[in-house]
């Protein structure tokens, strides 16, 4: 759930990015217009934009129903058109080959190039929660892009959770859900503070303004410094900072890049709209085959809490991975490397199938 946040300081990998010499199509870029959009506080945007990336071309039924569509969720900020996420899946014979599949790939409300306080709004620009976006993601699919199934639900981080609301509030839209990185519970714990940490530290500096800075407030130092804490894992970290020098030469480099790159508003905005995230009272309703895929050195999702192990079994057709810590995972940006996890998207097409 972190990366614009980080966009090009390379903590979660989320960051939007070309993918080098890939052999899948280059995605085609769109925007949707969603008139008079009401949020759940009751504020409406006259214009919401919903920027979206497709590939590959949808394919029907007789009945006209889509059989190949994906939908594709980033982490708070980020997309996948990078190497080690689009290079792994998207190509010639790849897990999600774009020549098979309808990859779509959407900028959630708040992230990317859809509508966002940073726009010009600022603190003026309507609360918006992760209820917010996923009905705008399912209005997205529906109207500007005349998806009326979906083949698989995936996302990771943020893109997860959002993955457990879809299956709740769309069971009969899809036929398998992936979350990765996520937990199906309220946003609580070591969870919430890290988040409040930001979130404080930015509301409480003088210099915000209540949202209407001529420049990007000091704080905006902590933001990139605490998605830096929680993200990856301490081998990795120690790896790359083994002396005093290293560690805060990498930490002066986030903070000079987040100041480049990181809004202060879209921050808080982003960090606050996983508020009303509560999938708990619901799990039972997912309908879909759900595989939930988590990796034991995620320290925003410690496996040590046994969250994931109980809750999947109120899911009809629940079941879980954990992928053990090794040199290849990235903490909780593993979500992100899919040569350690495409196997079990493979198995879950395949036992999916129709």
Not at 176 to 196: E, K, V
């Amino acid at each position: 759930m972190l990366k614009h946040l980080l966009a090009g300081l390379l903590v979660l990998g989320l960051c939007i990015g070309q993918a080098g010499a890939a052999d899948y199509p280059p995605p085609i870029e769109g925007d949707y217009i969603a008139k008079n959009f009401r949020f759940a506080g009751g504020e409406v945007l006259p214009e919401l934009r919903l920027h979206y990336r497709t590939l590959g071309t949808p394919q029907r039924n007789a009945q006209g129903q889509v059989l190949n569509a994906v939908l594709i969720l980033h982490g708070t900020g980020g997309q996948f058109i990078r190497p080690e996420f689009a290079g792994e899946l998207f190509g010639v014979d790849g897990v999600l080959d774009a020549s098979r599949f309808y990859l779509i790939l959407p900028d959630g409300i708040g992230h990317g190039r859809s509508s966002k306080p940073s726009d010009g709004l600022r603190a003026g620009f309507p609360r918006y929660g992760y209820e917010d976006m996923v009905r705008a993601e399912h209005l997205l699919l529906t109207e500007a892009l005349n998806v009326n199934h979906l083949r698989l639900v995936m996302g990771t981080s943020m893109g997860g959770m959002h993955t457990w609301l879809w299956g709740e509030r769309y069971p009969g839209f899809m036929d398998a859900l992936m979350p990765l990185a996520s937990l199906p519970i309220q946003i609580s714990g070591r969870n919430r503070i890290w988040r409040r940490v930001i979130i404080d530290a930015i509301r409480h500096d003088p210099a915000w303004q209540s949202g209407n800075y001529t420049k990007q407030p000091p704080s905006l130092a902590t933001a990139s410094e605490m998605l830096m804490f929680m993200s990856s894992n301490p081998p990795l970290r120690q790896q790359q900072m083994p002396t005093v020098a290293a560690a805060d030469a990498a930490i002066d480099k986030i903070v000079a890049n987040g100041e480049r790159n990181i809004d202060a508003n879209d921050t808080v905005y982003q960090l606050e709209a996983s508020g009303d995230y509560d999938p708990g009272p619901g799990l039972e309703k997912i309908q879909a085959p759900l595989l939930a895929v988590n990796s034991t050195d995620d320290l925003i999702n410690p496996p040590e809490l046994g969250i994931l192990e109980r809750e999947i079994r109120r899911v009809p057709k629940g079941s879980m991975v954990m992928i053990p810590l090794s040199p290849d995972t990235r903490g909780h940006g593993s979500h992100t490397m899919a040569a350690l996890w495409k196997e079990h998207l493979q198995g879950l097409l395949r036992a999916t199938a129709r």
